[in-house]
């Protein structure tokens, strides 16, 4: 199970490392589906079934769906990949930098046990990350109102960004 | 530093360059904006879990409401240039006119 978790913990370096070479947005956003479906597997490694969930509804099923098909903008006759050289170049030192940063944390290093939080201490009905949730609702009531304000607050930023007033004469998009 | 401490922090890093040494496509360097957020929230999530801090575990959920906006915002923005600008690209924003 700890071999899983570092091939996920690999994962998720070297995803994020495809998309920090920034190449063509179709596949910086393929790099990214990787990177947080790899995501969602080290939370359920780590005993967090629910905010998995939540990170493959919310952020891939609604914010990568978004991005993906407004990648559709950044259309161009031959996509940049991962094989073209300054991609390329880039990701080897993305990789070499990581590799250093753990050369340096070589005397810090602590390897710990990966053991689950719950099913150790006591009996409950619910997971412990869905009754830690669930404290967004009763306790936290107001940073609730607070964030549906905010959401509401930047549809209309969105809207005015959008409109554009009398700035910019093509409108096909 | 424990190996998810150390992935988590260079998934951060290595977002934040790609961000910061962004190339041609703006809605590349938005990526990169979004893998911090990712990251982000993994790293909230551990907390919570490994620690055994179940209180903060709403903590990640109020980071991805607020994600959200911020992404609606850079999609509006890169919107934006595109009418006026006809392209995303980066090396088009040069004028300092709009």
Redesign the interface.
């Given at each position: 199970m700890s071999y899983l978790?570092?091939i996920l913990?690999?994962g998720?370096?070297l995803g994020?490392?495809a998309?920090?070479?920034?190449?063509?947005?179709y596949f910086?956003?393929l790099g990214?589906v990787v990177?947080?479906g790899v995501?969602c597997g080290?939370?359920v490694g780590?005993?967090?079934c629910f905010?998995s969930l939540?990170?493959f509804l919310?952020?891939l099923g609604?914010?990568?769906v978004?991005?993906a098909y407004?990648?559709a903008?950044?259309a161009e006759p031959f996509p940049e990949g991962w094989g073209s050289w300054?991609t390329l170049r880039?990701m080897v030192g993305?990789v070499v930098?990581?590799g250093f940063?753990?050369g340096l944390?070589g005397k810090?290093?602590?390897?710990?046990d990966w053991l689950g939080?719950d099913g150790v201490v006591e009996l409950s009905v619910l997971r412990?990350?869905v009754?830690?949730?669930s404290?967004?609702y009763s306790s936290?009531g107001w940073?609730l109102i607070g964030?549906g304000w905010?959401?509401l607050l930047?549809?209309f930023?969105?809207l005015e960004?959008?409109r554009?007033l009398s700035?910019?004469a093509?409108?096909a998009? | 530093m424990t190996p998810a401490h150390f992935a988590f922090s260079s998934a951060f890093m290595l977002g934040l360059a790609g961000l910061a040494f962004h190339r041609t496509h703006f809605l590349s360097a938005l990526l990169c904006l979004e893998g911090l957020m990712l990251s982000l929230f993994i790293a909230l999530s551990l907390w919570a879990l490994q620690f055994d801090t179940m209180n903060s575990a709403a903590l990640p959920m109020i980071l991805l409401a607020f994600s959200a906006c911020e992404a609606g915002a850079g999609l509006a923005l890169l919107v934006a240039t595109t009418r006026t600008h006809s392209n995303s690209r980066l090396q088009s924003l040069s004028l300092l006119q709009c």
């Open positions: 978790m570092y913990l690999f998720l370096v994020l490392v998309v920090a070479s920034n190449p063509s947005p910086a956003a990214l990177v947080a995501g080290v939370l780590s005993g967090g905010l939540i990170l919310i952020y609604g914010m990568l978004v991005f407004s990648a903008m950044a300054p880039l993305y930098g990581v940063a753990w944390m810090f290093w602590y390897e710990e939080f412990g990350d009754g830690g949730v404290l967004m936290g940073l964030g905010v959401l930047t549809l930023v969105v960004l959008t554009g700035r910019g093509l409108r998009v | -």
